[in-house]
């Protein structure tokens, strides 16, 4: 089993281009979720998503946009990076139908916007 | 909303002795308090979750304890290890309807030989 996976490990980008960070998970949690990790700002939830087919907006969306597909899958877009986006973003899930409110993250992908 | 505050932002101890990290919260409605330990160049990892119905919850070396009335809970690790340096984050939230995770501003502990 190999949890959540994140794609790419870590991105230099132009400003103005668009990118869209992915994340998977094997464990059928209901819920995801997108972080972003700033020094000496901690994790800020940026999107998320209770089940397949809904989202919702996090303490920080704009300039994000989220999708769900399905159960495994919760990709994130940066529709026109700008250089305050450059961050590490963590992708996080958890099993909410059961009433277990661990989340668990992904190893991150570190984001360099030029 | 929610507000959690973490002190102290840097920790040095000698190995073998103890560390605690404190955190507050402002959501009276806050129920669930979970502490991560992120590594360099890794994702936060869950060491230890309470809830509020209990004052305090123990883990081998790790303990959390909890004050409801105050809204502060607090990580404490005995006989510190070198492998016990990291980054550890506080978070709190309620675990009705969407759980929505504050988090500190990390403590970057650090155990010396």
């Known amino acids: 089993i190999a949890g959540i996976t994140q794609a790419p490990t870590s991105q230099i980008l132009a400003a103005g281009r668009r990118m869209t960070l992915r994340c998977t998970q094997d464990m059928r949690h209901n819920a995801m979720y997108w972080y972003r990790q700033d020094l000496g700002l901690g994790l800020r939830l940026i999107h998320y998503s209770n089940t397949a087919g809904t989202t919702g907006k996090g303490e920080v969306p704009d300039g994000y946009s989220v999708s769900r597909a399905n159960t495994d899958d919760f990709p994130l877009t940066l529709a026109s990076a700008v250089p305050s986006q450059t961050s590490v973003y963590f992708c996080?899930?958890?099993?909410?139908?059961?009433?277990?409110?661990?989340?668990?993250f992904g190893p991150g992908t570190r984001l360099l916007v030029l | 909303g929610e507000n959690v505050e973490q002190h102290p932002s840097t920790l040095s101890v000698q190995e073998g002795d103890s560390a605690v990290i404190k955190c507050t919260y402002s959501?009276?409605?806050?129920?669930?308090f979970p502490w991560y330990k992120q590594e360099l160049g890794k994702g936060p990892q869950l060491i230890i979750d309470i809830r509020s119905n209990v004052g305090e919850k123990k883990d081998q070396r790790i303990a959390v304890t909890l004050n409801k009335t105050a809204k502060h809970f607090s990580l404490h690790i005995t006989e510190t290890q070198p492998e016990d340096s990291a980054v550890y984050f506080c978070?709190?939230?309620?675990?009705?309807?969407?759980?929505?995770?504050?988090f500190g501003t990390g403590t970057r502990l650090l155990v010396s030989p």
């Open positions: 959501d009276s409605a806050s129920n669930y």
């Open positions: 996080a899930s958890s099993d909410r139908a059961s009433g277990q409110e661990t989340q668990y």
């Open positions: 978070a709190a939230s309620r675990t009705t309807g969407f759980q929505k995770l504050v």
